[in-house]
């Protein structure tokens, strides 16, 4: 029994901030990484940002780097994006995923049923 909830979704106008967080139950993942995918219409699933299970070693797409932020809170098992100055590039169908290590997390074990992240132009 594993379930990842995302929340924080929404529409905003390009430039905007949102922050989605993604809850575990079912068992703790203190020593998992967790981190973000996202899926836009017509392309691949892309990594977006991961988090090690101290909660010290931190992973960025390219792409994101310097606008989106990823912590965790052990306790909670829960794991947070904060994403600012947002781009019409960046809508996409966000996933929470638990992985072994912030580089295998191509290897996520567990998968969130996503929240939509919509910014327009």
């Known amino acids: 029994q594993v379930q990842l909830v995302e929340s924080g979704g929404g529409l905003v106008q390009a430039g905007g901030s949102l922050r989605l967080s993604c809850a575990a139950s079912g068992r703790t993942f203190s020593f998992y990484a967790m981190g973000w995918f996202r899926q836009a219409p017509g392309k691949e699933r892309e990594f977006v940002a991961a988090?090690?299970?101290?909660?010290?070693?931190?992973d960025y797409a390219d792409s994101v780097k310097g606008r989106f932020t990823i912590s965790r809170d052990g306790a909670k098992n829960t794991v947070y994006l904060q994403m600012n100055s947002l781009k019409p590039e960046d809508t996409a169908l966000y996933y929470c995923?638990?992985?072994?290590?912030?580089?295998?997390?191509?290897?996520?074990?567990?998968w969130g049923r996503g929240t939509q992240v919509t910014v327009s132009s």
């Open positions: 995923a638990v992985g072994p290590s912030i580089a295998r997390m191509a290897s996520a074990s567990y």
């Open positions: 988090i090690g299970w101290s909660g010290g070693a931190t």
